[in-house]
């Protein structure tokens, strides 16, 4: 019996020392790390605005709410990205709460209940009242819709009101910023000295005569800079070069490809839909239920590819007509007839020659001449697409000024849909088309049609079998089981040319991705732990069609600037100065006129002219916008030449040889204006930014999330 006593309180301890072996075992990693969040301390801490620290649990019930509406009203959870949009909600209103808020206290600055009444229902409407609460029927803003939805507020569910109060708070905070912006901005001043500059800068000319030898005329390989020069280069300019926390990876990718047998597998079943939708009653929803993508039922041409739009001719109804191929999908169509749309669609190529409704009439004569000049070549046999790409001045010029299809329902300015909707079949028109934009030159490349086919289709997309997916899986988990170290790693990629190695420099914190990852931040977060150190190779990450096995092989401090952090750069600025000073000494023995000391000094140096430049937008030649040569010139007396100076892309020995003085005005107001409005349109960005300095912004998201 004594025994076994002793057995039932041995078993007891034993049991007891398991179950708080398990407890330690599940939260000891984290309770004993510094991230731990059993206790308090700073690894509780999202970040700290004006002194006020953030904590994570009110942080994430903040975010928790906002996800909850958002299931409440989308009727799903959220994805990666929306939530990600709604932590960033949070901080903002973080901010706004404990940066801006002391600003606006300090100020007095309100928004009453009887404001707040005025921008839902009064005479000043918010802008995001008037979007709200548009007439779909006439585009425009209806106070009738507001005033009988606040009637039925009380009635609503809960969910709908508070989202309710949460707008209403959102357009008063909206309000109060505008307030305070709107006040610094009134502040804002020009004096008659800067508005005489601004002139100054803008109308005053010289002409300049100039020697100019750039840096890269000496050989990098000439000039050898030491770890010592970059350290005094970083110390002298620290200004220059600021800290941040970023990390540098190598990474070797597994992509996830189908096999063969994924492939017949595949094509086996896009023929058997075929049968299938041959035989169905119902084409438009078996093509819906089938289809990894979806696709209108009733199509224009220019929706329907190319491969497609091809074959529609021969195209009879009820027949299948594919697999139709387009990268790894394939799409297979059942033609149903066509159907007359009440809306046009055609497709055109236009040149731009800009000339804005608001420019002077001698810009826009000038712009008009130029317009017919260019329609004249095309007519003359000059190719449109070559003239869009040299005299178009939009974003379509590149591409020959093609602006694909389009309909007759107001996408398109007015007279410039009317001129090609009234154009019949295809080719140039006859004339100039004027809009608010300029004058353009226009093309019909497709004519216009409101013909649209029934095309049912089913898409397919090629994707590979789970028992594809685990193999490459499996290989990728070998690499990073038998490669764990920097030196295998690194052994592993010289021994195998298969592997796919890429690299991602310089990796901000607080990133969702690197390179063409979009949706790589548990490999960041990998990369930024604590426990990760230089040299670390990670476990096996997915990302999307491909796993990724990563090297850490660098990382910066925010706190601790050092050279390596910015080696390229401070070498680059280091070697500039080391040949700059070889470059003066040489040209300093040398006499003459430029190009006699341009002839004695050698290979690599240039004489050049430049006539009517600004201070504003002045351009040398070969060396571009270069302040100090710039500033040189106009600080030049006329026939005076300079001593050899440092530029920077080179050294330059100047000689101003014309200077045309600004005429004398008598009202600066224009200038004035122009300064001041320049100056009120930075003051929204230099607000947020000095705000967020003076209340020390800390963000530790990126622990966290």
Request: charged share 25%; no cysteine.
């Amino acid at each position: 019996m004594a025994l076994i006593t002793k057995i039932r309180e041995k078993s007891g301890i034993a049991a007891a020392a398991i179950a708080i072996s398990l407890i330690l075992f599940l939260i000891g990693g984290d309770l004993f790390s510094g991230n731990s969040r059993f206790f308090g301390g700073s690894s509780q801490v999202v970040g700290e605005i004006g002194g006020e620290s953030i904590q994570y649990k009110d942080f994430q019930k903040k975010v928790e709410e906002l996800t909850q509406n958002y299931t409440a009203q989308a009727g799903r959870s959220p994805g990666d990205q929306e939530t990600a949009q709604m932590r960033e909600q949070v901080w903002n209103q973080y901010l706004l709460d404990l940066a801006y808020g002391k600003e606006y206290e300090a100020l007095g600055l309100s928004v009453s209940p009887k404001e707040l009444v005025d921008m839902v229902q009064g005479t000043n409407i918010h802008p995001s009242v008037r979007q709200q609460f548009t007439n779909p029927q006439t585009g425009q803003f209806d106070k009738t819709y507001v005033i009988q939805f606040l009637k039925n507020f009380k009635t609503m569910p809960v969910a709908q009101q508070q989202q309710w109060a949460l707008f209403e708070k959102s357009i008063g905070e909206d309000r109060l910023r505008t307030k305070y912006e709107n006040l610094l901005k009134m502040s804002t001043y020009t004096t008659n000295a800067e508005a005489q500059k601004e002139y100054t800068a803008q109308t005053s000319k010289v002409d300049a005569h100039y020697l100019y030898v750039p840096f890269y005329s000496v050989p990098d390989s000439t000039i050898k800079v030491t770890d010592s020069q970059l350290e005094d280069y970083l110390s002298k300019h620290k200004e220059a070069y600021k800290g941040q926390n970023t990390r540098s990876i190598q990474y070797v990718t597994f992509p996830v490809i189908p096999s063969k047998q994924d492939t017949a597998s595949f094509y086996n079943d896009i023929k058997r839909l075929a049968k299938e939708l041959a035989v169905t009653k119902n084409d438009s929803a078996f093509a819906m239920m089938n289809s990894d993508t979806k696709t209108p039922y009733y199509a224009t041409l220019a929706e329907i590819p190319e491969a497609v739009k091809g074959q529609l001719g021969s195209m009879t109804v009820g027949g299948i007509y594919g697999p139709f191929k387009n990268g790894m999908s394939y799409s297979i169509y059942k033609y149903g007839g066509v159907q007359k749309d009440s809306l046009f669609t055609v497709r055109a190529s236009h040149i731009l020659i800009n000339a804005q409704k608001t420019a002077p009439d001698s810009v826009k004569a000038a712009a008009r001449k130029r317009a017919e000049g260019v329609l004249a070549q095309i007519k003359g046999g000059a190719s449109f697409e070559a003239m869009a790409q040299q005299f178009g001045s939009d974003g379509t010029a590149q591409q020959g000024g093609d602006l694909g299809y389009f309909k007759n329902n107001g996408g398109m300015v007015k007279p410039f849909e009317n001129a090609v909707f009234g154009f019949s079949g295809t080719g140039l028109l006859p004339g100039i088309v004027e809009t608010d934009f300029g004058y353009h030159i226009v093309k019909v490349t497709e004519a216009k049609t409101n013909t649209r086919y029934k095309l049912a289709a089913v898409n397919r997309t090629i994707a590979p079998s789970q028992a594809t997916m685990d193999e490459v899986l499996r290989k990728a988990d070998a690499f990073a089981t038998n490669n764990d170290t920097k030196d295998k790693f690194e052994a592993a990629l010289k021994k195998d040319k298969t592997l796919i190695m890429m690299r991602g420099d310089k990796i901000p914190e607080g990133a969702a991705g690197f390179n063409n990852l979009q949706n790589a931040r548990e490999t960041v977060r990998w990369a930024f732990n604590d426990d990760t150190k230089l040299g670390a190779v990670s476990t096996v990450f997915q990302n999307e069609n491909q796993y990724i096995v990563a090297l850490l092989t660098g990382s910066t401090d925010r706190d601790n600037v050092k050279i390596n952090d910015f080696r390229d750069e401070l070498t680059a600025a280091v070697r500039a100065e080391m040949k700059a000073e070889i470059i003066m000494k040489k040209l300093s023995g040398i006499s003459g006129t430029l190009e006699q000391m341009a002839q004695k000094y050698g290979a690599g140096a240039l004489v050049e002219t430049v006539k009517d430049i600004t201070l504003a937008q002045g351009v040398l030649t070969s060396a571009g916008a270069d302040p100090t040569a710039l500033g040189k010139a106009f600080g030049l007396k006329v026939g005076q030449k300079s001593k050899p100076f440092k530029g920077d892309a080179g050294v330059f020995v100047m000689e101003t040889t014309k200077s045309t003085p600004a005429p004398a005005i008598a009202d600066m107001t224009m200038y004035k204006n122009s300064a001041k409005m320049m100056a009120a349109q930075r003051t929204s960005y230099y607000i947020n930014e000095a705000i967020k300095d003076n209340a020390k912004v800390v963000d530790n998201r990126a622990k966290f999330y």
